[in-house]
């Protein structure tokens, strides 16, 4: 059975930073494409970065939603079966239940998701 595992979100102050991590079983985590997605109050899903299979044997293959360029990174350990985002420089429309997903863009499934939260 899948399972991910979010963990790590909280409230912030903008400008914060905070670093989510993602415990996966289930299935071969090394070789799927994991995603970050979120989903602001009242609003829909969205995806915010994406992370290939290749990146565990020195590939590139990091995406990411424009709004989180440059402060957003995504990473994977695959002996660890983790996926972690580090957010930087928060601000208050990145506040969202943020959701570890597997495979490409919103996925195919989902953990039960983290609450993040930016306010002064």
């Known amino acids: 059975e899948v399972q991910l595992v979010e963990s790590g979100g909280g409230l912030v102050q903008p400008g914060g930073s905070l670093r989510l991590s993602c415990a996966a079983s289930?299935?071969?985590?090394?070789?799927?494409?994991m995603s970050w997605v979120r989903q602001a109050p009242g609003k829909g899903l969205e995806w915010v970065a994406i992370?290939?299979?290749?990146?565990?044997?020195?590939?590139?293959?990091?995406y990411y939603e424009d709004s989180v360029k440059g402060r957003f990174t995504i990473s994977r350990d695959n002996a660890k079966n983790t996926l972690y985002l580090q957010m930087n420089s928060l601000k208050p429309e990145d506040t969202a239940v943020y959701y570890c997903?597997?495979?490409w863009g919103l996925g195919d499934r989902r953990g039960q998701g983290t609450q993040v939260t930016v306010s002064s």
């Open positions: 997903a597997k495979g």
């Open positions: 992370i290939s299979s290749s990146v565990g044997t020195g590939g590139s293959g990091r």
């Open positions: 289930g299935f071969t985590f090394s070789t799927e494409s």
